[in-house]
Nanobody, 118 residues
Framework: QVHVVESGGGLVQAGGSLRLSCVASGNIFSHNVMGWYRQEPGKQRELVATFASGGFINYADSVKGRFTISRDNDKNTVYLQMNSLRPEDTAVYYC????????????WGQGTQVTISS
């Protein structure tokens, strides 16, 4: 129903930057949330940042001041600008889309690897 594809991951040194992109296609509702989660080796998936269609933005405390989420609604695309990267940011980053109707339906991308070397 909704296809989600991330890109932009890679290997950078600590202090560097990366910009992730995610394009969603299919049946995307006008009321929705797009955002990013990540999963570090041996740990559970955690929220990074979300951006609701109504404008509400939420960041994890660990990335505030370093990461910026943005949306291009005409292209159904969400971005994550990551600056001042740290080794602990190393993870697989997953884009997600939540369609909001009577109930919420979540869709996930395949993930993109981000590796930060010290």
């Amino acid at each position: 129903q909704v296809h989600v594809v991330e890109s932009g991951g890679g290997l950078v040194q600590a202090g560097g930057s990366l910009r992730l992109s995610c394009v969603a296609s299919g049946n995307i509702f006008s009321h929705n949330v797009m955002g990013w989660y990540r999963q570090e080796p041996g740990k559970q998936r955690e929220l990074v940042a979300t951006f609701a269609s109504g404008g509400f933005i939420n960041y994890a405390d660990s990335v505030k001041g370093r990461f910026t989420i943005s949306r291009d609604n005409d292209k159904n695309t969400v971005y994550l600008q990551m600056n001042s990267l740290r080794p602990e940011d190393t993870a697989v980053y997953y884009c997600y889309v939540r369609n909001i109707g009577f109930v919420a339906q979540d869709y996930w991308g395949q993930g993109t690897q981000v590796t930060i070397s010290s």
